[in-house]
């Protein structure tokens, strides 16, 4: 072990020891006070991508696998694995002393239900059920997994923090059929929800779970290495304005807001009280996707057409401001600066827009003047500006449009009806997916082609698939990278999406709030100086 992670994990496991010891004595010192990027529409982290979903699902539930600073896996609720010398046959032994929040203790197969589950639903989970033969758990505390070819991205997949994670539920809950969402919340992680204090559009709570036991050695980095509990309550206040969530802030009201609004950021980072900084290295991708299933954008020449209407510039300087080390414009289908970022079928995004062009180009397509239902959250600032730009690009190429606005909670309700756009349904929605989520063909799930299986707009791309599969198989990264050039021209060609460019969101939390993480907004670790 490094010398500096030697001394993060003493440390840790001295303010582990302190808080057990109960040396911070008053409520409100072991209670943190968090302002979400909106409010929680669905509790089950399985069946919406939705990112508070999936920061309520690390908070109640754990996983076999943790994500590491290094973007690896790393053994969580897994005590180890074996694999076999062909790579087809998989064990992975359990940690002992693992319980659920009833107090049941987690066996292997509440694990091999809840992969089941996770992976009908998960991109990357999906080529793995495709190549199982058998899962099963020979005993409480081993999952077997017999494959019919290697899979080298199993563990990488068990681990990544990209919705929808992998968490483990008991086996009751996870054989909810995974397009229904589960009804009663029983986790497996350090925190315990508490359906009592919920307070839709104001506030969700949740306690330590005093049976949790920690990983014993590791250092935490993101969703990796132990996970202390050192509050024993965190507080969600919803506060969808901003100016509203940045006075509580400043007023000590609230701990920690995860997403400041660009506007606001030069202000909270002139208070000597409030730490500002990037979690995330890999960004946030913008982009707008379309409803594949009813008109317009059935068509893909009119799909096609309108990127050459996007100025990504344009929309990235709505969300985070004028700040080009905040945003990069000139962006495609993967996050600049990973393995997979390329050039490929990007110069319809470059020049000075023409939306007469782009117009006639709509017009030949076949758009018969059919309304653009477009979703805007009301909520959520930096979808807001996104849409906002969005509606003023899509009327300015001659095409009618309908926003419809409201809450991020309501709307993502919305987004997964799959009626025509004038019977409730919708035709764009603009949405941010993190870096980590879209750096590679086989994780972005607006990639994929699968119809009714593939996310929300449910495109249907053959082409798409075929180039997916060969990427899975690719024999090294430049083989890799090279398919990934044919996947970001199929993109291009298909446009299940439109890509509005990268930025970077800070997030501000009080100077006597110690141990964040990075990577995505995490509960443990973190303590009070």
């Not at 694990?111 to 996770?118: E, G, H, K, N, P």
């Not at 994929?448 to 449910?458: D, H, I, K, L, P």
């Amino acid at each position: 072990m490094q010398r500096r992670h030697l001394l993060a994990a003493t440390a840790a496991a001295a303010l582990s020891g302190r808080a057990a010891l109960g040396q911070e004595t008053s409520g409100a010192s072991r209670t943190l006070k968090f302002v979400p990027q909106a409010d929680l529409a669905s509790l089950d982290p399985i069946v919406t991508t939705a990112y508070a979903t999936r920061n309520h699902g690390f908070l109640v539930w754990d996983t076999l696998y943790g994500f590491n600073q290094d973007y690896a896996p790393e053994p969580q609720m897994a005590e180890g694995h074996n694999v076999d010398a062909e790579g087809k046959r998989v064990s992975i032994r359990l940690r002992e002393g693992l319980k659920f929040h009833d107090g049941e203790p987690v066996h292997a197969a509440d694990c091999v239900a809840s992969i089941r589950r996770w992976a009908a639903r998960d991109a990357i989970g999906q080529v793995l059920l495709a190549r199982t033969e058998e899962i099963s758990a020979p005993d409480e505390r081993t999952i077997l997994l017999r494959l019919s070819k290697p899979f080298p991205l199993l563990f990488y997949a068990l681990a990544k923090p990209a919705a929808p994670v992998c968490f483990i539920m008991p086996e009751r809950l996870a054989e909810t059929d995974p397009t229904r969402a589960i009804t009663e919340i029983i986790g497996s992680g350090p925190f315990r929800y508490l359906p009592d204090e919920r307070v839709p559009g104001r506030l969700v709570a949740y306690e330590r779970f005093a049976d949790y036991v920690p990983r014993p050695e590791g250092v935490p980095t993101w969703t990796a290495g132990p996970k202390r509990a050192l509050f024993d309550r965190v507080e969600w206040h919803v506060k969808p304005d901003p100016a509203t969530a940045s006075e509580s802030l400043i007023a000590g009201d609230v701990d920690w807001w995860e997403n400041p609004t660009g506007e606001l950021q030069p202000a909270l980072r002139r208070n000597r009280n409030i730490v500002m900084e990037i979690p995330d290295p890999t960004g946030l991708m913008g982009m707008a996707r379309f409803n594949h299933l009813h008109p317009p954008f059935d068509k893909p020449a009119i799909r096609r057409a309108l990127l050459g209407a996007v100025d990504q510039a344009a929309f990235m300087t709505a969300v985070i401001g004028a700040d080009r080390s905040l945003w990069r414009d000139d962006v495609g289908i993967f996050p600049p600066g990973t393995p997979f970022a390329n050039d490929e079928g990007l110069g319809v995004l470059d020049g000075t827009r023409d939306f007469d062009k782009v117009k006639r180009e709509i017009a030949e397509a076949g758009y018969g003047g059919e309304k653009v239902v477009l979703l805007a959250a009301t909520d959520f600032p930096t979808l807001a500006a996104l849409a906002e730009v969005g509606a003023e690009t899509i009327r300015r190429v001659g095409m009618e449009v309908e926003v419809v606005s409201g809450p991020w909670a309501e709307l993502v309700q919305r987004r997964a009806r799959r009626v025509a756009p004038t019977e409730g349904g919708w035709s764009i929605f603009f949405t941010a997916w993190t870096g980590i989520e879209t750096m590679t063909p086989g994780a972005n799930q607006a990639l994929r082609g699968t119809g009714e299986r593939a996310w929300f707009g449910w495109p249907t791309m053959p082409k798409m698939e075929e180039l997916r599969a060969q990427w899975f198989d690719a024999p090294d990264l430049a083989a890799q990278q090279a398919l990934a050039r044919q996947v970001q021209a199929e993109a291009m060609r298909e446009a299940p999406y439109l890509p509005l460019g990268q930025y970077f969101q800070a997030t501000a939390y009080r100077r006597g709030i110690s141990g964040m993480l990075k990577g995505l907004p995490l509960f443990w670790n973190i303590h009070r100086a």
